[in-house]
Each structure stands twice: as C-alpha cells, then as structure tokens.
C-alpha cells in the first residue's frame, strides 16, 4: 500500500512539472538510502539523467510561466507528463523505499500504465485549471499559478517518499482546487456573456428610440 502511494504522489507531481520527480528522485536515489532503485532503472540515479533533467526543469520553471506560452507548453507536456509519470512510479514501488513491496516488482508493467494514466489525469487537471485562470486574469494570473503547481509538485514528490499516507490529502485538495478554479471560471465567463448581451439590448434600444419617427414607421411597414 505505501509503495502504492509513493508511486502515486511522484507520478500525480509528474504531471504538473514532469522534471521534478525525476530530479528528487534520482538525487535521492544516488546520495541517500531513501531510494534503492530496481535494477532496470538505476539509470534515473546517473549523473547524465540529473544533470538532462535539471536543464529540462530550468526550461520549463521558465515557459510555464509565460502566459500563452504556457499553453504551448503543456500541449508539448501532453506526452512528456504521462511519459515520466510511467517510468516514476514503476521505479519508485519497486524500489526499496518506505516498504520492500514484492508485489510491484513481479508486476513492473503495472506500474508504469497506472503512472501514465495518473500524470495525464493530474496534466489534464492542470492545463484546464491553467485555461480557466488565465481566462479569468488576462493572463496575469499565469505565473502565480505555476509557482503554486511547482510547490506543489516538490512537496507532493517529499511528502510520496517520506509520508505517503499524506499523498491522498494532497491529491484529493488538488482535486477539489481543480473543480473550484473551472466551475468558478465558467460561472465568470457566462456571467460576462450575460452582461454584454444584456449591454448590446440597451444599447440597441436607445438606437431605436433616437431614429426618426417616420424610419420606425418605414420599418413597421416593412416588417
């Protein structure tokens, strides 16, 4: 079960900052006990995938940031996210780490198709919540909105590796923030349409009353 939950945290961190994860993880993994990684991916620990992954991590901490940049952004993520999330939790509930689970490592492929499916739902979650916020600021409200996802992604990848019972506290607030932010933004949006269709009827109004009598009367034969 713990090794479930760490496995589920990193791959739900993976899916609003792909690099993150990767870079905890293998930094732990090569300088502590934390993490012994299964034999098939001791390769995330190796000096050239945290050094691939930390110039990935500054790229994206960067563009994410940048409003409609950021839409790019996650559309190019749709497939790195998942991708990540795959390998970080076959990796992570097979490790040593919290619990020696046996059960992971006879069933790896397990791992990595939960993975995938957890990071694309967390990215899906993050890029229409990032829609709806972005809608609703003019964009302003775009890097206030992923300095709170990079915070996130770090604590949730700790808090999967060192409490992971803490793991569904954090997915289930992240999916409630997720519901919140787009009911809210489309609650906003029809309100706006309300308003301007509301603004055009007036306006259309005063034209019609400031028209000669004898064009009203035109128009009456008309129709």
Known sequence: ?????TGT??????????FI????????ARFTSLIELPAGLTWLESWPAILISLVLLVVELVLDKIPGVDH??????TMIRPLVGSVI???????DVVENSQFWKDHEWLGYVLGAIIAGFTHLGKATS???????????GSPVASFAEDGISVGLSFSAILLPWLVIVVIGAMGLAVYRIVTIGRRRRQRKAAAQAAARAKREA??????????LFARSKDD
């Open 1 to 5: 079960m713990l090794a479930a939950l």
């Open 9 to 18: 945290g990193l791959s739900a961190a993976a899916g609003l900052n792909a």
């Open 21 to 28: 994860p990767l870079v905890i993880v293998g930094t732990l």
């Open 72 to 77: 790019v952004n996650d559309l190019f993520q």
């Open 89 to 95: 939790f076959a990796a992570t509930a097979a490790a």
């Open 130 to 140: 990032r829609t709806a916020i972005n809608a609703a600021t003019a964009g302003t």
């Open 206 to 215: 005063r034209e019609r009353e400031a028209e000669p009598w004898w064009r």
